[in-house]
């Protein structure tokens, strides 16, 4: 006796090292959370019921999930019993619409409840978001399960949340691809735009069009900066092994798994513009007819002239006074329709060079025939018949914003990109009576870098996660009705590998989640969001994802006054400090910290090294800014 209530108290003053600390830290953040006192713990062989078979393969799922690294043997039955309960409403509940979920957690059991699967699904990611972090692990992990008792309803702001993965620049496998469809999903993101094709390569096969992979799909390989002109060109008899593609069977596959986390894909297929792989297979589809024109290696073909004017100096567009694109085009998007069961095709639409045709005879005389007199008209020609084409196979079209300037009619939605011309662009679309899918550059474009420029992967422009979480779905030149949602965009110009697409998308998609999901507002408080991505980012590594950590690296700011150099130094995450040298010592908490704006004597300037601490330790990279660097920050 007296041995077992010694093992007893042993017990419970061990238990509390290896309990969950009860906290409720939920991305993107619920309409509301009721906390409660106590938890739920969970024992061997406890039950999942699910009401009905719409949802058994998402009970499934959970179990499998659950099962792995607990080791609870938890097993599924039929109907309205057992510890946790999955209940499709009948009748519906409609404030809950199509996604939301309640979800309730007492110290007996957990209950979750949605009007479809989909809202059950949801209900279960945030359930598996108040399990402990182990969760996340493939192997068995030994401590207590359980999860604090609280009352979550829950539904999203808008209809479309989307992420969006560039294949063409760089190419990513299926099960790739999968893999991204289920990381978004964890997030309630409920769209993903599969951007296929692009001068880089086409990637889907066309079975009416077979050159479009064989040819079309494949690049010579190249390294170096992707978009420099130091990246040779395709040079004559060079092997193009660089590439892929998926076939139809695959894109099926996808698309089904994708359903199964609530997922619609938006296959995209851009034109007029950007179809430099597409022309290298059938070059009788541009004005140019160019035979020469190769699937483009990431080499300089085109020069930017700032403010989005640009020139391409390879003929990469369709040629719309041709009747044959049109029924190329028919076929392929056929083709599409079948694969994708959605009602969106997306056609890009976007960067459409023109200096081709206006050189070209066939286009000046179609445009005279039509009556056309602007060339920016003859896009949106184009892009009309690609409407109806669209609409012939009973699906509905999204395209970039551009499509607007041709006067593409309103029955297409449009993706609005081009941030910087939201002045221009917003109540051109007001005006129109368009439907909206915001994603601005500056607040939803990945591929820019997200922390500090002596640190991260070089690209054009940044966008730390502060910026990602400012976005604003419906700015004021806007109705909240115009829109549908948002989504945030990752194009892989250079985004080479798998590994660096989720270190570009993860934490920033947080960001894009919360603000498409959580009630509007929600994102004015940045303290209570960076804590719960602090929170998130070592459940997100247990699961296999590589989250990038730049937010721990100060935010550093160069001004010119007078003449002078000033440098303002920031972070994005509260209570830490910054501490900097300009004498070649490495910082240090001895060393300045910073307070307000400093001045920098370039003459004889050492580099300026900078390093953020928080709780007595460094965090976040040490960064080190060069003479030269600071220098040319007086340009
Ligand atoms: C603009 S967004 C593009 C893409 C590039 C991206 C790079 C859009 C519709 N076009 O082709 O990859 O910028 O940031």
């Not at 469809?181 to 094709?197: A, G, V």
């Not at 096969?205 to 990246?231: H, Y």
């Not at 976007?350 to 200096?355: A, L, P, R, T, W």
Request: with cysteine.
């Amino acid at each position: 006796m007296k041995f077992y209530s010694g093992l007893t108290i042993f017990i419970l003053s061990v238990i509390p090292v290896f309990c969950w600390s009860q906290e409720i830290q939920i991305i993107p953040k619920p309409v509301s959370i009721e906390p409660q006192n106590g938890q739920f713990i969970f024992k061997k062989g406890i039950k999942i019921g699910y009401s009905n078979d719409s949802i058994r393969e998402i009970a499934t799922w959970f179990m499998t999930k659950f099962n792995r690294p607990t080791s609870l043997e938890a097993n599924l039955q039929k109907g309205n019993s057992g510890e946790i309960i999955l209940d499709v409403n009948s009748p519906k509940n409609p404030e809950l619409a199509n996604e939301g979920y309640e979800l309730e957690v007492n110290t007996s059991g957990i209950l979750i409840k949605a009007n479809s699967k989909t809202g059950i699904f949801y209900g279960l990611q945030t359930l598996t978001q108040l399990l402990p972090p182990g969760i996340e692990s493939n192997s068995n992990q030994q401590i207590e399960w359980s999860v604090p008792c609280v009352k979550i309803k829950d539904f999203p702001r808008f209809s479309y949340r989307g992420m969006m993965l560039d294949v063409s620049r760089h190419f990513f496998t299926k099960e790739e691809v999968k893999k991204y469809i289920e990381e978004i999903s964890r997030y309630k993101f409920n769209r993903f735009h599969w951007h296929l094709t692009d001068d880089n390569g086409w990637r889907i096969e066309i079975k009416s069009f077979p050159r479009l992979t064989s040819v079309g799909a494949w690049r010579v390989p190249r390294t170096g900066t992707f978009g420099s002109a130091d990246r040779k060109a395709p040079q004559k008899g060079e092997k193009a092994n660089y590439g892929g593609f998926y076939t139809q069977q695959e894109i099926r596959e996808v698309v089904e798994f994708a359903k199964g986390k609530g997922i619609e894909i938006i296959p995209e297929i851009d034109i007029p513009g950007h179809c430099m792989a597409a022309i290298a297979a059938y070059p009788e589809l541009s004005c140019t007819k160019d035979t020469n024109t190769r699937v483009n290696a990431g080499n300089k073909f085109s020069d930017w002239f700032g403010n989005g004017t640009f020139k391409m100096n390879v003929d990469n567009s369709l040629n719309p006074s041709d009747e044959k694109v049109y029924q190329f085009l028919d076929k392929v998007f056929e083709e599409i329709a079948l694969l994708f069961p959605g009602k969106y095709i997306h056609v890009g639409g976007d960067e459409c060079y023109k200096g081709f045709w206006e050189k070209d005879q066939g286009c000046k005389d179609l445009m005279e025939k039509l009556k056309i007199r602007h060339i920016e008209d003859l896009q949106g020609y184009f892009m009309n018949r690609v409407k109806d084409i669209i609409k012939s196979k009973g699906k509905k079209v999204i395209g970039w914003d551009e499509v607007m300037e041709g006067g593409m009619s309103n029955a297409a939605t449009i993706m609005f990109w081009r941030g910087w011309q939201a002045k221009d662009i917003l109540p051109m679309a007001k005006k129109g009576g368009y439907k909206l899918i915001m994603t601005p550059t500056n607040t939803n474009y990945f591929d820019y870098y997200q922390g500090d420029q002596t640190i991260e992967p070089p690209v054009y422009a940044s966008l730390r996660l502060k910026n990602a979480y400012s976005f604003n779905p419906v700015p004021p030149e806007i109705d909240e009705k115009m829109v549908l949602g948002g989504q945030s965009n990752l194009w892989t110009e250079k985004v080479e590998n798998f590994r660096h697409a989720e270190y570009m998308t993860f934490p920033r998609a947080w960001a894009t989640s919360e603000v498409l999901w959580s009630p509007k507002g929600t994102n004015s408080d940045w303290n209570d969001f960076i804590k719960r991505v602090e929170f998130h980012m070592p459940r997100a590594e247990m699961a296999g994802i590589k989250v990038a950590k730049s937010i721990y690296d100060p935010i550093v700011e160069f001004k010119k006054i007078k003449g002078e150099l000033w440098v303002e130094l920031n972070s994005e995450v509260p209570g830490t400090e910054i501490y900097y040298t300009l004498d070649e010592s490495m910082p240090d908490q001895k060393s300045n910290k910073y307070s307000t704006a400093f001045f920098i004597p370039l003459e004889g300037t050492p580099n300026l090294r900078i390093r953020a601490f928080r709780n007595q330790k460094p965090i976040g990279n040490l960064l080190t800014y060069n003479v030269e660097l600071l220098k040319s920050k007086m340009k």
